[in-house]
């Protein structure tokens, strides 16, 4: 069993930072694919960054703006953004997915991921 909890949301004014952190316990490690997903008011939950041992990914809309990143002796990881904007609102989620035989692409989707925290609410002001 994979426990995630987040934290490090909060309010922000447009063009601000946050880090936002994911604590695992149980079964992760590096064989485990890490996700972060978010959902604004009335949308689906759309991704935003993974990462796995050899690759990250972002979705386009936030690709230069935030880093993830995860350290391994704390069991962390870690989502930074940098320059946000109002549209970057939303609950923020931490996923994880033992690592499959499949394209990493296979990770950009929600419906991938076998466990997931309870979210943390990022709140970006203009």
């Known amino acids: 069993q994979v426990q995630l909890v987040e934290s490090g949301g909060g309010l922000v004014q447009a063009g601000g930072s946050l880090r936002l952190s994911c604590a695992t316990s149980?079964?992760?490690?590096?064989?485990?694919?890490m996700g972060w997903f978010r959902q604004a008011p009335g949308k689906e939950r759309e991704f935003v960054a993974a990462?796995?041992?050899?690759?990250?990914y972002y979705a386009h809309s936030v690709k230069g703006r935030f880093t993830i990143s995860r350290n391994n002796a704390q069991n962390t990881v870690y989502l930074q953004m940098n320059a946000l904007k109002p549209e970057d609102t939303g609950v923020y989620y931490c996923?994880?997915?033992?690592?499959?035989?499949?394209?990493?692409?296979?990770?950009?989707?929600?419906?991938?991921?076998?466990?997931w925290g309870q979210g943390t609410q990022v709140t970006v002001s203009s």
């Open positions: 990462w796995s041992d050899s690759s990250q």
């Open positions: 149980g079964r992760t490690s590096s064989a485990y694919f």
């Open positions: 996923a994880a997915a033992p690592m499959r035989s499949y394209r990493d692409s296979y990770y950009f989707r929600a419906g991938s991921y076998d466990y």
